[in-house]
């Protein structure tokens, strides 16, 4: 049996930072999207930063809207793993959602309408132009559908909105909608025919698809483990085995020892060996401080959140309730801080809450340029910044 392939945990970061964009951003933010398997984007505007971030030129948050809502598009903005919504390349999304029949069970459960009302949903958002907002659809939810989802929430909601939504998730993670842009303060969703009409949309089986999202998993954010996998995905533990089990057979994984991580079993795409090794730079022009936003992706990437945050006390600044992730400081791969944003008209305060690892000498440099990035991200002239 072959020994594992020795690693110590900076070259880990050093790894999983440049293949996610973080230290040298990626040509087009689709590529940055598909590197990272998935932008996480339950609040628009942070993952706009998040994949700015990674992209070459750090493009503004108008120009990434282009991107999303506007002809032509290059990124999807849709529910993907975890039951939690991403922005993707279009290649991606069709894999997501062919992936999800062996992903873990959904959040959400109960009041799903039945098929024949989300066909003729379907056909209503078509002959709107293909697009449609929550409220248009609410008048479609009577009868016994109406009746489940008064059953349901009682007095919690109105249970025509809590019906359309479903309607709206429904052919949402059936690959036929997607977000749109807004409409006045309203959310819209747009038909995946209407918008991207020349986009392939072939039959992908269930497993094959998942394999292949692991395998673009691990490229970016190995060495991992089966457990990180499944945390990743949003999946079983036994289902991430199955992926592991089928790219060992193919013989694309070697196993890896990580300095302090010995009680972990991990593993890595043996085409990556060489990457892995790479010796780490010294100085810290060559891997920049990063202000990464609430929810992002490396944050979600690995069960284990020792790599990031190795004091665990601090950990609950990050991660807090209700599924709340902080926005953090980030440098040399680990999380040196957290930190806020108030934009005025042509300015932006950035106050940042130091860690243990918070070095003046180190990082404040850095931490200004890059709230100046974030300045311009936004459209602002510059950016202030203070340090608790």
Not at 231 to 244: Q, Y
Not at 307 to 330: D, F, G, H, N, Q
């Amino acid at each position: 049996m072959a020994r594992p392939l020795a690693l110590e945990s900076e070259q880990v970061r050093w790894f999983r930072a440049r293949r996610t964009g973080l230290v040298e951003p990626l040509a087009e933010p689709a590529d940055a999207a598909r590197a990272n398997v998935g932008i996480q984007s339950q609040q628009l505007a942070p993952s706009l930063w998040g994949l700015a971030q990674r992209s070459v030129g750090s493009p503004t948050a108008a120009a990434l809207q282009q991107q999303l809502f506007a002809e032509p598009r290059s990124l999807v903005r849709t529910w993907g793993q975890r039951g939690t919504i991403h922005l993707y390349a279009l290649d991606h999304w069709r894999a997501v959602i062919a992936s999800k029949k062996v992903w873990a069970v959904d959040v959400r459960r109960g009041v799903m309408a039945p098929d024949e009302l989300v066909e003729v949903a379907r056909k209503q958002i078509l002959a709107g132009e293909g697009e449609v907002t929550r409220s248009e659809l609410m008048p479609l939810v009577r009868g016994k559908f109406l009746q489940e989802a008064k059953d349901y929430v009682g007095t919690m909601m109105d249970p025509q909105r809590l019906g359309a939504s479903r309607l709206i998730w429904q052919l949402t993670v059936n690959g036929e909608l997607c977000f749109a842009g807004k409409r006045g303060q309203e959310q819209a969703y747009a038909l995946r025919k209407e918008w991207h009409p020349k986009l392939c949309w072939p039959r992908a089986a269930a497993s094959k698809a998942a394999i292949a999202l692991a395998r673009d998993y691990l490229r970016s954010c190995g060495p991992a483990s089966v457990q990180d996998l499944a945390h990743f995905f949003g999946a079983r533990v036994s289902e991430a085995r199955k992926w592991e089990a089928a790219l060992r057979k193919t013989g694309e994984l070697v196993d890896v020892a990580v300095e302090q991580e010995a009680d972990r079993a991990l593993f890595a795409l043996a085409e990556d060996e060489a990457a892995l090794r790479a010796e780490v730079p010294g100085g810290a022009a060559a891997w920049p401080v990063r202000l990464l936003p609430l929810w992002d992706g490396l944050l979600m990437s690995h069960a284990d959140k020792s790599w990031t945050v190795p004091v665990e006390s601090e950990r609950k600044a990050i991660w807090k309730k209700a599924a709340m992730v902080s926005a953090v400081v980030l440098a040399r791969g680990q999380v040196v801080g957290t930190w806020q944003a108030k934009a005025r008209a042509k300015e932006v305060d950035v106050t940042i809450t130091p860690l243990s690892g918070w070095r003046k000498s180190k990082h404040l440099a850095g931490a200004r340029r890059a709230a100046q990035a974030y300045a311009e991200h936004l459209g602002r002239a510059s950016a202030k910044l203070a340090v608790d």
